[in-house]
Every structure is written in C-alpha cells, then in structure tokens.
C-alpha cells in the first residue's frame, strides 16, 4: 500500500475505534431508563435499587420501568438484576444497561412487601439488593 493510503486507513480506524469508546462512555454515565414517562422509574445497580422503598395504592394499576444501569463487563450476574415479590408473583428481569416497562395491580388490602433482586451479590440475603412495597388502602 502506499503511504499516504496507509496513513489515511490507520486515521480512519482510529476514529472509529475512538467514537465508538467515546459512545460507550457516554452511555454508560446516562444510563439506561426513562423511556416510559407514565412509569415509577426504578432503577438497580449493584449499589442497590434506586429509589429503596415506594407506596403504591390499594388495587392500583401499577406501571414501573426497570432498569439496570450496570454493564455486562460485571462478572456477578452479568450486568442482569431482578425485582422480585413473591407474594405477589412479580419475577422481573432485566438485561445490561436496558430497561423494560412492567405492570401489575397492587393487592386489594394495605400491607408491606419486600422485593428482591436474587441474580447478583450474594443473591436476596444481600440487604442492598432488597426493597420495601407498600400497599397503602
Ligand atoms: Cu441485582
């Protein structure tokens, strides 16, 4: 190849492989979630779930978009997390850096839930990866 061309080519795939970095940085400090504006937004790292703790109404329709704002560069679990209530039959998972858009009715009776995320960190005896539902008459 000649020079010039060869030069030309390395500048090309440098700027490539440097706008792609570039995206992924970017992604990952927005992070994925607020897709939906008609839902609790919840979201999960392996810090814990953002918010801990929500009040929902008695017979509700309740709509949450979850989100995992870990990447799947995380060797426990994948970047994947879970919101689980057993109680109430609610298994929710989602995948690396997305969000998905769940519904369910709340109980028709005030009372308190604990959800769980059992994928990563220990799994649901990890007190970070626990939050609390409550079911307001
Ligand atoms: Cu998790």
Known sequence: MPR???????????????GVAVGL???????????????????ASMGGFDP???????????RIELSSMDTSMHS?????HQ????ALGINWKVGPLSSEVFEF??????GTYS?????????????????ELTVAA
């Open 115 to 131: 959800w769980y995320c059992d994928i990563c960190c220990g799994g649901k005896e990890n007190p970070s990866m626990q939050g």
């Open 4 to 18: 010039p061309f060869r030069l030309a080519v390395f500048a090309a795939t440098a700027l490539v492989v440097g």
């Open 25 to 43: 940085v970017v992604a990952r400090l927005q992070g994925p979630g607020a897709t939906d504006a008609a839902a609790v937004q919840v979201r």
């Open 83 to 86: 919101f689980a209530v057993d």
């Open 105 to 110: 009715t709340a109980p028709a009776t005030a």
């Open 52 to 62: 801990p703790a929500m009040t929902v109404k008695a017979g509700q329709t309740v």
């Open 76 to 80: 426990d679990g994948g970047g994947w």
